[in-house]
């Protein structure tokens, strides 16, 4: 089983920067990638970043620019650098881990942090 905890949300004014983490622990397969998704109040969670095993990273056109997102392989962690954040970027975040062992994939999501960017 797989824990991920997320840390980094808060309050803050449109133009201001957040740096959103997760941690992962428990038995971890080989990961394939590990991602950050989004969903604000009565929209569907989409895709923010997405970091792969390679270290390639892809982002919604709607952050590009603005957000960078890394990683620390030994600590099984991913970090999600927001700047000029907006008013349309307030959602609950979360973090996503693919990962896989012979033939059995597995995707563990955590519980998600709140990021609130006033006007």
């Known amino acids: 089983q797989v824990q991920l905890v997320e840390s980094g949300g808060g309050l803050v004014q449109a133009g201001g920067s957040l740096r959103l983490s997760c941690a992962a622990s428990?038995?971890?397969?080989?990961?394939?990638?590990m991602g950050w998704y989004r969903q604000a109040p009565g929209e569907q969670r989409e895709l923010v970043a997405v970091?792969?095993?390679?270290?390639?990273?892809n982002y919604a056109d709607s952050v590009k620019g603005r957000f960078t997102m890394s990683r620390n392989n030994a600590k099984n962690a991913v970090y999600l650098q927001m700047n000029s954040l907006q008013p349309e970027d307030t959602a609950v975040y979360y973090c996503?881990?693919?990962?896989?062992?012979?033939?059995?994939?597995?995707?563990?999501w955590g519980q998600g942090t709140q990021v609130t960017v006033s006007s």
């Open positions: 996503k881990l693919d990962d896989a062992s012979d033939n059995v994939r597995r995707v563990s």
């Open positions: 428990g038995s971890i397969f080989s990961i394939n990638a």
């Open positions: 970091i792969t095993s390679s270290g390639s990273t």
